[in-house]
């Protein structure tokens, strides 16, 4: 299977706290990879420094075999059109509607006219359940709504990787399906995905395969069926439940 991103031997410490000592694992195009570990070991780090917002210290991220972990802001932007990320809170501009929030990207982006723009964003908002909701402004829909609309925005290109970082947080059973329903879509579309979550049943029902980071660097790798098998004490303590994820 072909990896399309690659992380190699990655560490980054912050003043004086090391986050990722040792931190390797891929990608293959067409999966999903659940990205867990406990809070504060690094799992958004880890989003951000693909995309370039974090620098990192040590080792390399590949893209199709390219390094894009030390590239310059110009360089960056085309990335980000090809690797997009979901923010943990949604990240809406506020001052802008629903529609303008999605249209977004094919402005920033794209040479696209108008009237095709309009088409490919009340597309993208009927996959998130939101196009009636078009012309209302963020503060006017509910966290659960904003938070698939950050998703709308993220996927409206196409990208090939999507990043996405707790996007069922916070959300009640109905909203959580919904969002998975759109990660499904995502990647029937063509997107892989890498998805960070503290919410094991929903990375259960979604997720090709795992890694879980502990200790800066990466315990576990594997399918699901390869973590109810393992016998190590600390991935048993993940799926009971016992260990806070
Ligand atoms: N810009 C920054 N400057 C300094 N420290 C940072 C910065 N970003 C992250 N950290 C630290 O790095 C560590 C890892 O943070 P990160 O947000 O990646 O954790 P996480 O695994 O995503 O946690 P959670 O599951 O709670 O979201 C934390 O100790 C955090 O305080
Ligand atoms: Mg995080």
Redesign the pocket.
Known sequence: MEKILELKHVAKT??H?V?HKDVSFHLHRGEILGLL??????????L?SIIGL?VIDSGEILYHGNRIDQLPEKKLFSVRKSISYAF?SGALFDSISVFENVAYPFFEHTKLKEPEIEKKVMEILRIVKMEEAWDKMPSEISGGMQKRVGLARSMALEPEILLY??PTAGLDPVNVEMVLDVMRVAKARGSSGIF?T?DIPAASKICDRFII?KDGRVAFEGTWQNMEDSTDPFIQSFLTGSEKV
């Open positions: 912050f003043d706290r986050v570990g406990n809070s504060g070991t690094g799992k958004s780090v880890i951000r974090e943990q970082d707790e960070v503290h980071i």
